[in-house]
């Protein structure tokens, strides 16, 4: 799938919730997103392995209880899965962020590694907190502040992650 696609499937999930939930029925809500989050568990072959039964699950249970709330519960999912993936190549090195980095940089450096590693272990710090957040807003906040936190603020506050990570790794290089 490109790229593009996958961040437009992403970016549309918690509007299509939010918006949907109000003028569509909970079962066919869910069978209408079924392509989309499919599509978009088919991003990468560890992720979709874990993250495909959780959709197919999610998406069985909002049908069958006539409840949007399962659907809500797809950021946490994510994050989850995410975590596992990242958790697992620290486990199991190279990490992920390692094999990102040596696509560029094929030869990459013992000190590269290292920072990699670090990289990825802030990744999984952002995971647990961001899934503690999404599984919160899902269970006890209004769909307002669900549609906000996940559809918009956790998009910030990623792009704020990648932006520093980005800043602090252009120093390391210039420093080592």
Known sequence: MPRWLSVVLTLAYPPAIYFGSHYVPAPVLAILLLPLLLLRGSGGIAIGRWLIPGVVLLV??????????????????????FLAVFASSLRY?????ERIARIREP??????????RRVTQVWCGFFIVNGSLALWTTLWATDRVWFWYNGVIVYALMGALFAIEWLVRQRVRRHG
């Open 60 to 81: 069985v249970i909002a049908i069958v209880s006539n409840a949007v709330l399962p659907l809500k519960f797809y950021p946490f999912l994510m994050n989850v899965v």
């Open 93 to 97: 090195p190279p990490t992920i962020i």
């Open 107 to 116: 030869d990459l450096p013992p000190a590269g590694v290292i920072y990699t």
